[in-house]
């Protein structure tokens, strides 16, 4: 549980503080409670790599709304530059937090592809942080494909999702003696289920 300070400071389930309401390009960061945040998907990409030998090239990192900014954030922005670079990152409806203090390693940009799909009417994280994020990104070398819908923020667009898909299997390749990893940080953001892990063995 996090306090929102845009709904009064409330206790409410969120991966960090939200200052701003819509949160357009000039949204306040909370970069305590992202830092915290990309340190709980550190630990279970670390615990992954230990218990089951599934490697950060093997992973693609993803989420909706505030689990997009996480998953930037923890795929680019926070990623260190001796670590192992994901296989992918998918952001929907997300945004780039931390804007002004990208940090991007070439091994990084080179190696994790983007998959971003925003909405074009989404009245919560406004369509404008999909052009911006992706300039910003492109920018520093990473490889974007973009998409943007005729819908709101929604998570449940089947063509989005459709989309979503071909990039993971186009990033991850499809072998019958490899598994695919897929990290999500959505906006359920119970413990037991805000970042699981799903294995889906290839046909």
Same mark, same amino acid.
């Given at each position: ?68 900014? +996480?998953?930037?954030?923890? !795929? ?5 530059? =001796?670590?192992?670079? *994901? ?5 929907? &409806? ?56 005729? +819908?709101?923020?929604?998570? !449940? ?5 459709? =989309?979503?898909?071909? *990039? ?5 390749? &499809? ?29």
């Amino acid at each position: 549980m996090v306090g929102i300070t845009v709904n009064g400071g409330e206790q409410m389930p969120g991966w960090f503080d939200v200052y701003d309401w819509p949160i357009g390009i000039d949204a306040k960061d909370d970069p305590r409670g992202l830092a915290l945040s990309v340190k709980r998907i550190e630990q279970i990409v670390d615990q992954l790599k230990e218990d089951e030998g599934i490697d950060p090239s093997r992973i693609v990192i993803g989420g909706f709304s505030q689990g997009g900014a +996480v998953a930037l954030m923890a !795929a680019y922005n926070r990623r260190k530059k =001796d670590a192992i670079p *994901f296989a992918g990152c998918c952001v929907l &409806s997300g945004w780039l937090p931390m804007k002004d203090y990208l940090d991007v390693s070439e091994s990084t940009a080179n190696a994790t592809p983007l998959f971003w799909a925003h909405g074009q009417y989404d009245d919560k994280i406004l369509f404008e942080q999909q052009i911006i994020g992706v300039k910003k990104l492109k920018s520093v070398g990473v490889d974007v494909t973009a998409k943007a819908y005729s +819908v709101g923020h929604e998570s !449940a667009n089947f063509e989005e999702i459709e =989309d979503m898909a071909e *990039f993971i299997e186009r990033v991850l390749g &499809s072998s019958s003696d490899k598994k695919r990893e897929i990290k999500w940080a959505n906006e359920d953001y119970d413990e037991s289920s805000s970042t699981g892990e799903g294995h889906e063995d290839d046909e």
